[in-house]
């Protein structure tokens, strides 16, 4: 039997509003997860996104789902 952590996965997700310097302009939401036991990091746009990330990542994703392309991921300094 595996260990937890091997069945595990654990993330830190950061969501922030960026205000926009257009006159009446909708602020725009931009997020991030980090992958706490790769350090990989990943931005996104859109809450879609991060859970196609998540269900991705964790394995569950229905298997004939493609994940949505996501803006090259940086690993944490």
Not at 47 to 52: G, H, N, P, Q, R
């Amino acid at each position: 039997m595996s260990s937890l952590d091997e069945r595990s996965h654990t993330f830190v997700v950061r969501i922030w509003e960026e205000r926009r310097e257009v006159a009446d302009a909708l602020p725009t939401w931009r997020g991030r997860v980090d992958d706490v036991r790769t350090g990989l990091r990943r931005y996104f746009t859109t809450l879609e996104d991060l859970v196609a990330y998540l269900g991705h990542q964790s394995g569950m994703a229905e298997s004939s789902q493609e994940p949505i392309p996501l803006l090259p991921s940086l690993r944490r300094r």
